[in-house]
């Protein structure tokens, strides 16, 4: 993997016309770009909402302790995940649906993920087959692997197609047993008069759904599927054959607790991804920050562990590792980015993050994300361990 080399979003020349400097700037030109019920999707969680305001709320909660006129001159993001050196701790997360936020969905993700030089988790349900979103030396992929959308079968035969495509790691969520309660936005024939207003509203977004075909399915959801093969929750021992046939780098995701993470290290985890699903699975589970020294005590050094869900800045992600995360992994933000201007918003969104991340280690005397521990924050005292 090669470092990222300061390659501009200007640079990709894909019609990228807004620009922004903030999460807030690109939440409010996502608003301005989506459908409001899409973006209001994209910008909640499931009841009443808890899990993904507490995911939030734990990153406010935590302090910076900055030291005074030790500022560096060179200060290194370079991180190393699973043995691939990335450009600074953060990968993009494994999302669905990617294509109806721009039509370029994940092919747009992976390439900016390739030019910035840090590595992009591909779902399932993106939108586009597998065998359009190829890795390249630049743009090393992991891929997500389920049994819930077409059984084992269907998952058997997305292993032995990731293989051939060259990915370098699967991620296996464990914390999505159920399909959320919040019905899907379905736009056809029959419900596009009800969405009509909200479309003429959003005119660049409608005109790119409809150039590209008004694409709604799947792309990968019945790959493998037979009749007899019906859609099941993942069980923890499917990570057994799973693993046996990948042979390589399993990242389980979906951890919030040390009972889970002793699990999946002993079921052959290489990596753990605390998370919560950014609040979309169930309501009231605890914020994934929140839970990270819990994971952490648990398993050791044993498996690398990341964290997701409510990261916006890279103050966050400088708060994440200070904590113990080899990496974070980042959702809405670069799919708002997304949204906005294709692979060069998500690649001007992965450049801010990194040019925060830099500003941080200033003003806490670090040189390299590597000197970042417990020393450079101050978490509230009702974090107990369990």
């Not at 590595?119 to 819930?148: I, K, M, R, Y």
């Not at 079968?153 to 959320?180: C, H, M, N, W």
């Not at 990570?239 to 993470?261: F, N, R, Y």
Request: a neutral charge.
């Amino acid at each position: 993997m090669r470092a990222h080399t300061g390659t501009t979003s200007s640079e990709l020349e894909l019609g990228y016309r807004h620009q922004f400097d903030t999460f807030a700037d690109v939440e409010r030109l996502a608003r301005r770009t989506l459908p409001n019920a899409m973006f209001e999707r994209l910008n909640s969680g499931v009841g009443d909402g808890a899990t993904f305001r507490a995911n939030r709320q734990a990153y406010q909660e935590v302090e910076f302790r900055p030291r005074g006129a030790s500022v560096s001159p060179d200060r290194s993001t370079v991180a190393t995940v699973l043995g691939e050196e990335i450009s600074a701790p953060v990968i993009l997360a494994p999302v669905g649906a990617l294509r109806l936020q721009h039509p370029a969905g994940a092919v747009a993700a992976i390439e900016a993920a390739g030019r910035f030089g840090t590595v992009c988790a591909v779902s399932p349900a993106t939108g586009h087959p597998l065998t359009e979103l190829t890795p390249s030396n630049d743009s090393p992929l992991w891929a997500q692997v389920t049994t819930a959308m077409a059984g084992r079968d269907a998952a058997e035969q997305s292993i032995d197609t990731i293989k051939s495509l060259g990915y370098k790691a699967i991620v296996v969520t464990v914390d999505s047993a159920l399909r959320p309660k919040t019905p899907p936005i379905r736009l056809n024939a029959r419900t596009i008069a009800s969405f009509a207003p909200d479309l003429v509203r959003h005119p660049r977004w409608t005109v790119g759904f409809l150039r590209d075909g008004m694409r709604l399915s799947v792309a990968n959801s019945a790959v493998g599927a037979s009749a007899s093969t019906a859609a099941r929750p993942l069980a923890w021992n499917d990570l057994t054959w799973m693993g046996d046939q990948w042979g390589g780098p399993i990242v389980v995701k979906g951890v919030v607790t040390a009972e889970d993470a002793r699990r999946a290290v002993d079921l052959g985890a290489s990596a753990i991804v605390v998370s919560n699903h950014g609040g979309l699975t169930v309501d009231s589970a605890p914020a994934t920050l929140r839970v990270l020294p819990e994971v952490l005590e648990a398993v050791g050094d044993r498996v690398e562990v990341l964290v997701d869900g409510g990261i916006r800045t890279g103050n966050d992600v400088v708060k994440a590792l200070a904590l113990g995360a080899k990496s974070v992994l980042v959702g809405r933000a670069y799919v708002m980015a997304l949204a906005v201007g294709g692979a060069a918003g998500v690649l001007h969104m992965l450049e801010l993050l990194q040019d925060d991340i830099q500003r941080a280690l200033a003003f806490l005397g670090c040189s390299s994300i590597q000197e970042l521990g417990p020393e450079h924050v101050r978490v509230p005292g009702d974090w107990a361990r369990v």
